[in-house]
């Protein structure tokens, strides 16, 4: 598989999830992945949990990607997840084995004020 395929299955990917589409949003990742949340210290294993824990999420949820790159089996998505409008920035590292996700890692940051001591160096 080359970078423009799996670059289109990263894209197919976050339209789905934008899309709710849960079939096309899990179709991604191989039966026995492992996502890790590190902020959390959470461990999701295999693709039936977690399906079963997105859609039992209780917030509505809104995305905007912003930048996807990568090249071989490592693709990093930088985009917006809105949880009941509140944006949260997020970070998705996927590592591949040939056209699945192995393993994903999330980061998710809130957003916060500039500071204003730094202001004359920054646009």
Do not use: C
């Amino acid at each position: 598989m080359d970078d423009a395929e799996r670059r289109a299955l990263v894209e197919r990917h976050h339209a789905a999830s934008a899309a709710a589409d849960m079939n096309a949003v899990h179709a991604i990742y191989a039966e026995d992945v492992v996502v890790v949340y590190p902020q959390s210290g959470e461990r999701i294993v295999g693709r039936e949990n977690l399906r079963a824990l997105r859609e039992s999420y209780p917030a509505k949820l809104d995305f905007r990607v912003d930048r996807i790159t990568g090249t071989g089996n490592l693709w990093v998505t930088e985009y917006v997840i809105e949880y009941d409008g509140k944006p949260v920035h997020t970070v998705s590292i996927m590592e591949f084995d040939d056209a699945e996700v192995v393993r994903e890692t999330l980061y998710f940051a809130d957003p916060f004020e500039a500071p204003e001591w730094r202001s004359q160096w920054v646009e």
